[in-house]
């Protein structure tokens, strides 16, 4: 194992501490009334896993439901009841896919804002508008750009559009599965702001032959299709986060799309990389939740220890989105970078979305080899590092489409919205669990190919 401290955080070692270890078995697949059911009374940690992690399996796929870390057990047991709450009520899990209207030649499409776009038709001087979440009827206070394009064209839009972390889990894969339902030689209007312009850096990364079929339209200004068709899709929820088909068709996309990231030749790093994503020293972090520098220094120390001990032969390597002479990473290193991660471990945000770039074919059939996540996320006593609250809000939920042995720790009741901590001893047990313990393996399923 070989360390890569190209983003200047230093490393060192120390021993790791004992912990209460919450073992997890074989799942019982069952329904979400048949949980929602048995979520009462006073039941075990394993029972109310065993009972929760059933709405997690998709078919054939690994079990995707996290794991939580704690010494505590009756915090873990709120954790895992919170989330069965959560699918149920905010409709994680998988269900009716959007409608796609199809508006015939002479459509229009606009974007208004990052929450409101507009598709019409005018028929006979009536305006005939698509209606749902994200959709108003157009705007008429005054007079706006007109672009004219020729041809069949889908319009996406989403909110969030100059976010990369909103990109990436809440447009990226609703993409995927649109690019699936219409013509191959279909144009796309997406979204562009000349000030935030990191949507085009990301779809040109993801498949520039995409890329050159898009058509960027600012704010206010109305696309005008001539001789073809609009294509939009009628969603139920904004952003509408599904399940498993989402993420299923950006797996196939980006298979598709980088051939040669699949290969398992990789001469800079032989055994993969553990990457650490740190909020210190990146310029571009918005909402806080930076862990502690000296505490962010002994977490390292804990990881490095770990890969020793349990003999990772990774090379470990710390991401911050920073190149080491400070200049941004470009988005095609970082989708290299995560694309060789065998384990991603750090602090909810969105450079930690970049875990969608993990190479889940090099698992072949091996649930037990698939990727591993551990992120850091708020509890019952530090709902404060969130800016608008959230208990055990993470990535968790929007990912479980892929096929990540997922993991999670609190942060301590000392942290705030600006400076984090975790409990050290949570973190041992969690790696531990990742990269040792092989009763926490809770599925003897296989992974499904994503061409499936």
């Not at 069952?30 to 709405?55: A, H, N, Y």
């Not at 929450?115 to 005054?142: L, N, Q, T, V």
């Not at 990364?205 to 206010?220: G, H, K, L, Q």
């Not at 109305?222 to 939009?232: A, D, E």
Request: aromatic share 10%; with cysteine.
């Amino acid at each position: 194992m070989k360390s890569s401290i190209c983003f200047g955080v230093a490393v060192s070692i120390i021993g790791s501490l004992t912990t209460l270890s919450i073992f997890l078995k074989k799942v019982d697949v069952r329904t979400e009334d048949q949980i929602s059911r048995s979520l009462s009374g006073t039941r075990s940690v394993d029972e109310v896993f065993l009972d929760l992690s059933g709405t997690f399996p998709d078919r054939d796929v690994c079990v995707t439901f996290p794991k939580v870390h704690d010494t505590r057990e009756a915090i873990a047991k709120e954790f895992y009841e919170r989330l069965s709450w959560t699918i149920k009520a905010i409709k994680y899990n998988d269900r009716t896919a959007p409608q796609i209207k199809v508006l015939k030649d002479g459509a229009n499409f606009a974007f208004w804002s990052s929450a409101s776009a507009s598709a019409w038709e005018e028929r006979d001087g009536k305006i005939m508008s698509i209606e749902g979440p994200g959709w108003i009827y157009p705007r008429s206070d005054r007079k706006f750009k007109t672009i004219e394009v020729e041809g069949d064209f889908a319009g996406f839009s989403s909110v969030f559009p100059h976010n990369f972390g909103h990109i990436i889990h809440d447009h990226l894969p609703v993409v995927a599965w649109f690019l699936t339902k219409v013509h191959p030689t279909t144009k796309f209007i997406l979204h562009y702001d000349p000030n935030h312009p990191v949507a085009q850096h990301i779809y040109k990364v993801v498949d520039e032959s995409f890329y050159n079929r898009i058509v960027w339209v600012p704010y206010n200004t109305i696309v005008h299709v001539k001789r073809g068709s609009l294509n939009v899709l009628v969603v139920d929820k904004v952003p509408t986060v599904m399940g498993t088909i989402f993420m299923s068709s950006l797996r196939k996309w980006l298979i598709a799309s980088h051939p040669e990231a699949n290969d398992d030749i990789d001469t800079i790093h032989p055994h993969g990389v553990v990457i650490f994503y740190s909020r210190v020293a990146a310029s571009n972090v918005l909402h806080g939740r930076i862990v502690e520098p000296d505490h962010e220094v002994e977490i390292i120390r804990h990881i490095k220890q770990a890969m020793i001990h349990y003999g990772r032969r990774e090379d470990f390597v710390v991401y911050n989105g920073m190149n080491p002479d400070g200049t941004n990473m470009s988005l095609n290193d970082q989708f290299k970078l995560f694309r060789r991660a065998k384990s991603v471990i750090g602090p909810h945000g969105s450079g930690l979305a970049n875990m969608v770039w993990l190479n889940f074919e090099h698992a072949g059939s091996s649930c037990e080899k698939r990727p591993k996540v551990l992120e850091f996320v708020s509890g019952p006593d530090s709902e404060q590092v969130q800016h608008r609250g959230g208990r055990y809000n993470g990535y968790n939920l929007i990912f479980r489409g892929m096929p990540i042995d997922y993991h999670n720790i609190l942060y301590t009741k000392e942290s705030s919205k600006d400076f984090t901590l975790v409990h050290l001893e949570a973190l041992d047990q969690a790696l531990h669990s990742m990269w040792a313990d092989r009763s926490a393996v809770i599925s003897n399923r296989t992974i499904v190919p994503a061409d499936s």
